[in-house]
């Protein structure tokens, strides 16, 4: 009782602080619209938006408004899928993906604005039960990372890169595995991080300092996605937004049981490293699928189904910041961008991180959650109307802020011509269905595995066995390997028939 | 029969993919080997490693390295042999397995070069509105209709002044001044606009000239007096201009 009365004094500290700053507010309001014009234009997604504004806000303001700016962003962005999702059945962002499912016939039925004042208050009360999570299970988990040494790190770092690469491909497995690779081989490049030893630099003095972060986030997650949308798109008809949009409390607190079951289901999913809001999204609406009340009507317009993606979606925000906050490991894409956003401001996420900063966090997600609900509570037409522009209008000009907010980062003209290199291997990897998330979670926790894994074989003077002798890393070893073998066709038949044999 | 579902798309779409996945798994084989070879000249057994003399191998900066390179090369073996089970070898050469599109393969080529051009070409040499404007224009007029003749002309718009600004001023000691670059891209910025304008004038035509001077102009005056922070090209014809008003006539203004 005592830790939880702890943590909610220095929460609320934290937020009245913030509160109380007028600036606050400026960066707060324009972020979230950022973000929720973002989540709705098809074609733009959270990510992109988060790696933009990092260009911009990373380190150039203080922090506090800075993550700000980028967690405003990535609670609108999220939310702003909704949009093209319910009136054009385009889903605006993956995340919203399971969204299309019911919102679009919703919206044919002339329930659209209801359709949309749910979904705003469903990511209200998802992205609040993932902060709540957030808010508890950081320090549960921080209490156990401080026993965490460098067996663990290297381990996590490498289970984190191979967990996302699994979870992500949507071809062959294996592709998540080389995309993973392809970072870690990355942060190789440079001085080595223990003995200064240059890597890979071919006489170039720029690569000495190694592949910075901003220009890779820019060049993997921008510059494919304006390379692919700069295409003729034609964007059916939007159907009109009948019906109040403010929700009816009697039907909120009728779905609440769907709405918690989501949001806890959101913030599981989102707190496994590397497994983003689309498959919270699509896991919540499985599960509730075959669980809801509802469930045979999922599928051709139905609240619940409606409910629990949208929910899902936002709560895996704050569950998505937990392995990242807590071990350095971003939980989803936008959360690797997150993570390259506190990287350029010298903040290193993992069990030494100031617990005032995760304070800090949870009272920015608190009010960004709020604004975004007001926003799309009553300024919902002002996004309909951004819907109208089309993508060819708009990548041109997130051209020219990602070169801009690339080259101000610090690197100059060179670290263009590494987002520009970055950016056509990322479009040659999406079009062979390689994830990119992977790639970028490799370079920015490669340096950390390169470190952790040789720090330990000099502790126990070449001794492989270090990575087996700590209760932690010997569990962390075995989940590896299971995963690996997991994957192997020989262990998957042997699986296969285990199963058919138990039936 | 209601039950069949064709999937003649996805066989072919698979095909293509294990095509292309031959292509990349040799290409990755290559890569990864060439960088196994460079490891090489990273000290591993027994060398002063940055002045640290340690005969260990476990304290070697080649360790790592060794480790992933050896892991993409074994993954990349791995998905050339699956590449070649699924058949990717035997469609790898024709039209079909290379998923070869006239149209597509226009438009990628002439994004690269604008794009490309933007950035190695223009952005270090040219002020930064004019070249962005220019890019704006490219991209809009180009892209919006998928046109491929209006893809090309963008496309040789760019071209254009970047090649004349990289063969005139390659070294860096250059990319400062003179401004002849600066005015040739803006000679054809407005000869595309006037292009652009003279097509069927939709909302989006008449929006172009408009987003293309406005967002550049935005963003680097923020960038440069907002947040303080460096820019591309600050001696540019446009952006030079820009800061002396601002430091000479605009800023006295609040801080006299």
């Known amino acids: ?503 | 029969m209601d039950d069949h579902v064709d999937n003649t798309n996805d066989i072919d779409d698979i095909a293509v993919l294990r095509a292309r996945d031959f292509w990349a798994a040799l290409v990755l084989i290559v890569v990864s080997a060439f960088f196994l070879w460079r490891t090489s000249y990273i000290p591993l057994f027994g060398d002063n490693r940055a002045g640290v003399s340690s005969a260990s191998w476990y304290s070697s900066a080649a360790i790592v390295p060794l480790g992933v390179f050896s892991a993409l090369l074994i993954l990349s073996i791995f998905l050339l042999v699956t590449a070649i089970r699924a058949g990717g070898a035997k469609t790898a050469l024709t039209a079909v397995g290379i998923g070869w599109n006239r149209v597509e393969a226009i438009r990628f080529a002439t994004i690269g070069i604008i794009i490309g051009f933007y950035i190695v070409g223009l952005v270090p040499r040219v002020d930064f509105i004019l070249c962005s404007g220019l890019l704006i224009t490219a991209l809009i007029y180009g892209f919006h209709t998928g046109n491929p003749r209006r893809m090309i002309t963008s496309a040789i718009a760019m071209f254009i002044p970047a090649l004349y600004a990289l063969a005139m001023h390659l070294p860096q000691s250059e990319w400062a001044a003179p401004h002849d670059d600066d005015w040739l891209t803006l000679v054809l910025w407005i000869i595309l606009s006037g292009i652009a304008w003279r097509g069927p004038r939709d909302a989006v035509a008449r929006a172009i000239p408009v987003i293309a001077i406005m967002a550049p102009f935005i963003l680097v005056c923020a960038m440069a007096f907002g947040f303080r922070q460096n820019v591309p090209n600050r001696s540019g014809l446009i952006f030079s201009q820009i800061e002396y008003q601002y430091y000479v006539n605009i800023r006295p203004i609040w801080r006299d």
């Not at chain 1, 300024?379 to 990548?395: D, E, G, S």
């Not at chain 1, 000099?458 to 569990?475: C, K, W, Y």
Request: aromatic share 8%; proline share 6%.
């Open chain 1, 1 to 503: 009782m005592e830790f939880v009365l702890t943590q909610l004094s220095g929460f609320g500290g934290a937020f009245l602080d913030l509160s109380s700053d007028p600036v606050t507010y400026i960066y707060l309001i324009s972020s979230v619209f950022l973000g929720i014009a973002f989540g709705a234009l098809p074609g733009l997604t959270a990510t992109l938006a988060i790696t933009i504004l990092t260009g911009f806000f990373g380190n150039k303001i203080p922090l506090d408004y800075s993550m700000i700016a980028l967690l405003g962003a990535y609670v609108g962005a999220i939310y702003g899928g909704s949009y093209p999702t319910i009136l054009l059945n385009i889903p605006g962002t993956a995340a919203s993906a399971a969204t299309a499912m019911d919102g679009y016939p919703l919206a044919k039925r002339g329930r659209g604005g209801e359709a949309l004042g749910l979904t705003t208050t469903a990511s209200l009360i998802g992205t609040l039960i993932g902060t709540v999570a957030l808010l508890i299970f950081v320090w549960v988990l921080l209490l156990v990372s401080k026993n965490i040494a460098s067996p663990e790190k290297a381990l996590l770092a490498l289970f984190g890169i191979l967990l996302s690469g699994t979870l992500m491909s949507e071809d062959l497995v294996i592709k998540g595995w080389i995309a993973g690779l392809i970072g870690l081989a990355m942060a190789m490049v440079g001085l080595d991080p223990l003995l200064s030893e240059p890597r890979y630099t071919f006489g170039w003095s720029y690569l000495l300092s190694g592949f910075q972060v901003v220009p890779v986030l820019m060049g993997a997650f921008a510059v494919p996605q304006i390379i692919e949308g700069l295409r003729t798109m034609e964007i059916g008809k939007m159907l009109q937004l009948e019906g109040r949009i403010l929700p009816n409390l009697k039907t909120i607190r009728r779905h609440m049981p769907t709405i918690a079951r989501s949001g806890i289901i959101g913030t599981s999913v989102g707190a496994l490293p590397g497994v983003g809001e689309d498959v919270a999204g699509w896991v919540s609406y499985g599960v509730g699928k075959s669980v809801s009340p509802d469930g045979k009507n999922f599928g051709k317009g139905s609240i619940d189904g409606l409910l629990c993606s949208e929910t899902a979606n936002n709560a895996c925000i704050g569950g998505a910041l937990i392995p990242l906050l807590v071990l350095g490991i971003p939980g989803s894409p936008p959360a690797a961008a997150l993570m390259g956003a506190f990287t350029i401001n010298n903040i290193i996420p993992g069990p030494t991180i100031d617990p005032d900063i995760i304070l800090r966090v949870v009272a920015i997600m608190v009010m960004a959650s709020f604004t975004m609900a007001i926003m799309g509570l009553f300024t919902a037409r002002v996004f309909i109307k951004i819907l109208r522009i089309p993508q060819t209008v708009f990548l041109p000009i997130v051209m020219v802020l990602t070169t801009i907010g690339s080259f101000s980062v610090g690197g100059g003209i060179n670290d263009l011509y590494l987002m520009l290199g970055v950016g056509f291997v990322a479009y040659f990897m999406n079009m062979l269905r390689y994830p990119i998330a992977p790639l970028v979670i490799g370079v920015i926790l490669g340096g950390l595995f390169d470190e952790t894994f040789r720090r330990s074989l000099l502790i126990s003077e070449g001794d492989l066995g270090v990575f087996i002798s700590r209760p932690g890393a010997t569990v962390l070893l075995v989940m590896i390997v299971a995963l690996v073998l997991s994957q192997l066709p020989l262990f998957r038949h042997l699986f296969a028939r285990i199963r058919k044999k138990a039936v």
